[in-house]
């Protein structure tokens, strides 16, 4: 009998540790009451929810350390979402998966909630950092002739710690719309322009109409980076359209330059060292950089009476990416993702469109995750370095599904979920993290590989 007991322990240790092999399995997680997820809240005021195998188990006779505020995903609400009723045989019908279906708590990667106990109702994220929302904090004012704006502060949220910390403070500001997802862009007489884990960027106006952009290193309280909007000499306007991005502390900021010979603005991008202060041209004929393939991108700008018709992109690396193809029907992102991510339509003139979705690795090697279900289409496509992915599905102008999962370097397959989407999330991606943030609540879903280990190098290029 020992025997039979020790053989069947190795079985069922075997069976886990094959994961998202049993695609005829409903994919619905068992569900856990609000009672029992409200004691499951940790003493750091965050709720964790985690699909990450126990790397805490003791030795044969001792007792493993609790990890408080920790629920094992295979039987919680994993991941902050629901999975989609039914076998995987109908997932098929929504996305054909070019690998193999399976429970989110099945993933071979890390999929961690939290909940922040904050008044969510006051907080605003803009940006997530290395395991840290970046909050704006404001109180509406009562004066009627300033109905848009508001007292505000930003703060960093630590996601493990639950440490709320204050980084910058300021009188007054008004929203207007963002211009990238790692980016808001607010007008005001001290607005915010751009915000990490690091530093601050804000414009501030004075009363004749003259701006200027300070960059705050708020670790060290110390001020980095001083620009007006025009350099001395007239020649130079910095800041043109408001894009910008910091990687390893380097600020990508654009502008433009006066040629006085050929009486032509040309469209271009500067770095600024933030340890030095240092500002350089980093390349003409170019415009809006942003957080994407090989951690900034920008556009080409190839006629300069074309300026906003070209869709010509190139990054760091010196990759050239052509974003539209309408002879091969393709689209490429390479928004918000570490790899670029093709897009290719197809269509039937009986059962509707399709979209067949692949990736490019640094090696310029494709690899197909699979096709959309017919009339369904793609948004939000992201990817980490990791090779994990998230891919918003709609139908009929309903985001309705999020596919996530990734690509097993060593087995070369796709193991995904397909789980329902919250309509209040926005996602926040960086090199080795995809965040989903609840706007509502603030509640927070991180994809991320085992390791913890979230922070920008230099070798992530």
């Known amino acids: 009998m020992p025997k039979i007991r020790r053989y069947i322990a190795a079985l069922t240790a075997a069976l886990l540790l094959c994961g998202c092999s049993n695609n005829d399995t409903s994919s619905v997680p068992k569900s856990v009451s609000s009672s029992e997820t409200t004691s499951a809240t940790s003493e750091n005021s965050s709720e964790i929810t985690s699909s990450e195998p126990d790397r805490n188990t003791a030795p044969e006779g001792g007792s493993a350390p609790a990890d408080p505020g920790v629920t094992d995903s295979s039987s919680a609400n994993s991941g902050g979402v629901d999975l989609v009723s039914g076998g995987y045989s109908d997932n098929n019908n929504i996305f054909d998966l070019n690998g193999k279906y399976c429970d989110i708590s099945e993933l071979p990667f890390s999929v961690n909630t939290y909940a922040p106990e904050l008044e969510s109702e006051n907080f605003q994220c803009i940006n997530v950092c290395n395991g840290k929302l970046i909050l704006i904090h404001y109180q509406p004012t009562e004066d009627i002739l300033q109905v848009n704006q508001s007292s505000w502060e930003l703060f960093t949220y630590d996601l493990k710690s639950g440490e709320l910390t204050e980084i910058y403070s300021s009188n007054e500001w008004k929203m207007t719309a963002p211009n990238s997802t790692n980016m808001q862009y607010y007008s005001g007489n001290n607005a915010l322009m751009y915000a990490d884990d690091t530093y601050v960027l804000t414009i501030s106006t004075d009363e004749y109409g003259a701006e200027e952009y300070t960059v705050i290193n708020h670790t060290t309280g110390k001020t980095v980076l001083k620009l007006p909007k025009t350099s001395e000499n007239g020649n130079t306007t910095y800041f043109a359209n408001y894009f910008v991005t ?164 060593n087995s070369g397959i796709n193991y995904a979920a397909l789980v329902e989407k919250n309509s209040n999330e926005r996602v926040f991606t960086e090199n080795a993290a995809i965040y989903l943030v609840n706007s509502s609540t603030l509640e927070t879903t991180v994809l991320s590989p085992y390791k913890d280990d979230r922070t920008r190098t230099s070798s992530d290029m």
Not at 299 to 310: A, G, T
Not at 335 to 355: A, K, N
């Open 246 to 409: 910091i990687v390893y502390d380097a600020l990508y900021f654009d502008g433009t330059y006066y040629v006085s010979d050929y009486n032509m603005e040309i469209p271009v991008i500067f770095k600024a060292n933030l340890h030095t202060g240092e500002i350089e041209l980093f390349r003409t004929g170019a415009c809006y950089p942003f957080y994407g393939v090989a951690n900034v991108c920008f556009k080409i700008v190839l006629d300069y009476n074309q300026y906003y018709i070209d869709d010509n992109y190139a990054n760091l690396r010196g990759d050239i990416f052509q974003t539209s193809d309408p002879v091969n029907s393709t689209h490429t992102s390479i928004i918000d993702t570490y790899y670029p991510i093709v897009s290719q339509s197809l269509s039937d003139d009986i059962l509707g469109s399709r979209e067949k979705l692949s990736w490019i690795d640094k090696n310029n090697i494709s690899h197909e995750i699979g096709t959309t279900g017919f009339n369904y289409y793609v948004v939000d496509k992201h990817i980490t370095k990791d090779g994990i992915f998230l891919f918003n599905l709609c139908r009929d102008n309903n985001q309705s599904r999020q596919l996530i999962g990734c690509y097993d370097e």
